[in-house]
């Protein structure tokens, strides 16, 4: 599975972006899809997470009520929807894929994208 992340950008605080992780590949809909993000010299942290069939989603509590995790099996594409961003969001957002129970453990995800920056910044 090859992951392609789209969407990211500068915004201004309080703004919103929609992130796009484009899957190629027969199995993403029996994967979990998760988002990332990383800032320099620090690790990469859980963001969201969404179950292969959709029921069941995880959010870290720092973006709970604000982002919403979501996917498209037919397009092959995981979605993460961010509202009312925050300066402290900016970073590199990954999306991942793995098999199994979503997770907030990076290793649990066996495919990653390239990335995509987030800047917010008045």
């Known amino acids: 599975v090859q992951l392609v992340e789209s969407g990211g950008g500068l915004v201004q605080p309080g703004g919103s972006l929609r992130l796009s992780c484009a899957a190629s590949g027969r199995t993403f809909s029996n994967l979990a899809v998760a988002w990332f993000r990383q800032n320099p010299g620090k690790e990469r942290e859980f963001v969201a997470a969404?179950?292969?069939?959709?029921?069941?989603?995880i959010y870290d509590d720092s973006v709970q009520a604000r982002f919403i995790i979501s996917r498209d099996n037919i397009k092959t594409t995981g979605y993460l929807q961010m509202n009312a961003l925050r300066i402290e969001d900016t970073a590199v957002y990954y999306c991942a894929a793995g098999e199994g129970i979503i997770s907030r453990r990076a290793q649990d995800y066996a495919y990653w994208g390239q990335g995509t920056q987030v800047t917010v910044s008045a």
């Open positions: 969404v179950s292969a069939d959709k029921i069941s989603a």
